[in-house]
Protein backbone atom coordinates (compact mmCIF):
# COMPACT_ATOMS: atom_id res chain seq x y z
CA UNK A 1 0.00 0.00 0.00
CA UNK A 2 1.39 3.88 -1.09
CA UNK A 3 0.27 6.26 1.47
CA UNK A 4 0.46 10.28 0.64
CA UNK A 5 1.46 12.62 3.31
CA UNK A 6 2.06 16.53 2.61
CA UNK A 7 4.31 18.29 4.71
CA UNK A 8 5.43 21.91 4.65
CA UNK A 9 9.02 22.34 4.39
CA UNK A 10 10.14 22.50 8.02
CA UNK A 11 7.90 19.50 9.12
CA UNK A 12 9.81 17.69 5.92
CA UNK A 13 13.18 18.57 7.14
CA UNK A 14 12.28 17.55 10.67
CA UNK A 15 11.18 13.96 10.00
CA UNK A 16 13.69 13.39 7.26
CA UNK A 17 16.73 14.38 9.52
CA UNK A 18 15.13 12.46 12.91
CA UNK A 19 15.16 9.69 9.97
CA UNK A 20 18.61 10.04 9.10
CA UNK A 21 19.43 10.44 12.40
CA UNK A 22 17.88 6.68 13.89
CA UNK A 23 19.07 5.39 10.75
CA UNK A 24 15.49 4.42 9.39
CA UNK A 25 13.92 5.26 6.30
CA UNK A 26 11.21 7.44 6.22
CA UNK A 27 8.48 4.32 5.82
CA UNK A 28 9.80 2.48 8.63
CA UNK A 29 9.79 6.09 10.18
CA UNK A 30 6.33 6.84 9.53
CA UNK A 31 5.35 3.06 10.07
CA UNK A 32 6.77 3.02 13.60
CA UNK A 33 5.37 5.95 14.89
CA UNK A 34 1.82 4.89 13.80
CA UNK A 35 1.77 1.69 15.18
CA UNK A 36 2.98 3.23 18.47
CA UNK A 37 0.06 5.51 18.44
CA UNK A 38 -2.19 2.68 18.36
CA UNK A 39 -0.47 0.72 21.02
CA UNK A 40 -0.71 3.80 22.96
CA UNK A 41 -4.24 4.51 22.37
CA UNK A 42 -4.92 1.17 23.20
CA UNK A 43 -2.92 1.05 26.27
CA UNK A 44 -4.68 4.15 27.81
CA UNK A 45 -8.64 2.17 27.18
CA UNK A 46 -6.94 -0.93 28.76
CA UNK A 47 -6.04 0.79 31.60
CA UNK A 48 -9.11 3.11 31.84
CA UNK A 49 -11.50 0.11 31.68
CA UNK A 50 -9.04 -1.80 34.24
CA UNK A 51 -9.64 1.34 36.36
CA UNK A 52 -13.10 1.50 36.05
CA UNK A 53 -13.01 -2.57 37.47
CA UNK A 54 -11.25 -1.43 39.85
CA UNK A 55 -13.23 1.53 41.32
CA UNK A 56 -15.98 -0.98 41.49
CA UNK A 57 -14.45 -3.44 43.46
CA UNK A 58 -10.96 -1.59 45.18
CA UNK A 59 -10.22 -5.28 46.37
CA UNK A 60 -6.44 -5.99 45.88
CA UNK A 61 -4.23 -8.93 46.41
CA UNK A 62 -0.70 -10.05 47.26
CA UNK A 63 1.30 -12.06 45.19
CA UNK A 64 0.96 -14.91 47.48
CA UNK A 65 -3.03 -14.59 47.26
CA UNK A 66 -2.95 -13.85 43.97
CA UNK A 67 -0.80 -17.49 43.14
CA UNK A 68 -3.14 -19.26 45.26
CA UNK A 69 -6.15 -18.08 43.45
CA UNK A 70 -4.46 -18.93 39.99
CA UNK A 71 -3.26 -22.18 41.80
CA UNK A 72 0.55 -21.61 40.52
Known sequence: MTVSVRLNEEDEKLIKSYAKINN????????????????DEYDLKSYEKAMKEYKKNPKTYTIEEAKEELGL
Not at 24 to 39: G, H, N, Y
Request: no cysteine.
Open 24 to 39: MSLSDLIRKAIIEKIE
